[in-house]
């Protein structure tokens, strides 16, 4: 036995983002039009797999034809010894102010579901 | 209408993992989780590390597999306890998640006594579980020298997570253009932190500082836990 659904982790993770998507527009009376999500760059999420299989299962659902928008967030730092916060460009996480290997990942590893674009009875 | 939601979704199950973490600690049980390619040697290094560690302490292992039993029964021949957890079954045959490991550890747990190690063999793939964190103490990237020194850049967020690199099949070096500094090099920079121990689970080199490192973090889990 072979499923689809059993390749990759990305699948869990659009059903999960997609039940809120569809929850947040229902409160409000709303049909979800488009989403913008900031997906880590460290977050372990390929963006593209993501996109793809959220809008495979909004098919049959309200939110059927979602526009998804995807913003890459570049990991950002904080070294411990100096406190400098950077932003990693390339592959090295030392501080490049005092070259300090201890450094703290404060932001690259995240799903955020940043904005829902509404439309519909009480939308516009 | 935009809806302005900011809202983070908590796609690794980090509240649990934080609760198997405390678990642990409570009793003073060393867990590691070993990522590593298909193929690099996790079940042999499992099977020489029990074989070898048995005897002093007690061990379990949390053995997760896409499909098989294979890794299982092989390690069950140790006559150590063994919860095989079949990722196909669960969604997502690529790693293992906190949520599905924490039945297998609290059932470990209520062992009489309970162990001093536990060892999670994860799914062999280097991109998902380095992702998800499972409540463990050290991630230990189990990496072999046919593989090639590219996989650092390749894969950063593995190296980035586990705080030992085990490079494995080191008598093969010859044969395929190894170069370890290289490698070493590349771990580094993106994990400054990182350890290194070189080895040959087949011939059987490296094995005793492996053994040094793991008594070296259970004393380290055992002062916290007494605290």
């Given amino acids: 036995m072979f499923l689809y659904n059993e390749i990759v982790h990305e699948l869990g993770i659009a059903r999960n983002v997609l039940e809120i998507i569809i929850g947040e527009a229902d409160q409000r009376g709303g049909r979800a039009k488009s989403v913008l999500l900031r997906v880590g760059q460290i977050s372990g999420i390929v963006p593209e797999s993501l996109e793809f299989l959220i809008k495979c299962l909004s098919e049959g659902t309200p939110a059927e034809g979602l526009e998804v928008k995807i913003d890459i967030v570049k990991p950002v730092m ?12 390339e592959l090295s996480f030392y501080c ?4 300090g290997g201890d450094c703290e990942t404060i932001e690259g590893k995240d799903l955020v579901i940043e904005t829902i674009t509404l439309e519909g009875d009480n939308g516009s | 209408m935009d809806l302005e939601l900011s809202r983070k979704v908590d796609f690794r199950h980090e509240e649990i993992a934080s609760r198997i973490k405390e678990k642990l600690y409570k009793n003073g049980t060393l867990c590691l989780n070993f990522i590593s390619s298909p193929g690099s040697g996790k079940t042999s290094l499992l099977e020489r590390t029990l074989d070898a560690l048995k005897e002093t302490y007690n061990l379990a292992v949390i053995e997760g597999d896409p499909e098989t039993d294979r890794d299982a029964r092989r390690l069950e021949k140790l006559h150590v306890p063994v919860i095989l957890i079949n990722t196909s079954g669960t969604g997502a045959s690529c790693h ?42 050290h991630k230990v990237l189990l990496f072999s020298v046919p593989e090639g020194c590219d996989k650092p850049a390749k894969y950063p967020v593995a190296f980035r997570e586990s705080d030992l690199v085990l490079i494995n099949k080191m008598d093969l070096a010859p044969y395929c253009d190894f170069d370890l500094e290289s490698l070493k090099k590349d771990a580094l920079s993106v994990n400054p932190s990182l350890e290194f121990i070189t080895m040959s689970i087949k011939k059987g080199d490296g094995l005793l500082e492996w053994f040094s490192w793991i008594e070296k973090k259970l004393a380290e889990v055992r002062k916290q836990a007494s605290k």
Avoid at chain 2, 105 to 119: Q, S
């Fill in chain 1, 78 to 89: 904080v070294c411990k010894s100096c406190g400098e916060k950077f932003t990693v460009e």
């Fill in chain 1, 96 to 99: 490049p102010k005092c070259g």
């Fill in chain 2, 96 to 137: 293992l998640s906190p949520a599905e490991i924490e039945q297998a550890v609290d059932d470990l747990l209520l062992e009489t006594p309970p162990p001093d190690i536990i060892f999670i063999e994860n799914v062999g793939n280097l991109v998902c579980p380095a992702a998800y964190d499972l409540g463990e103490h």
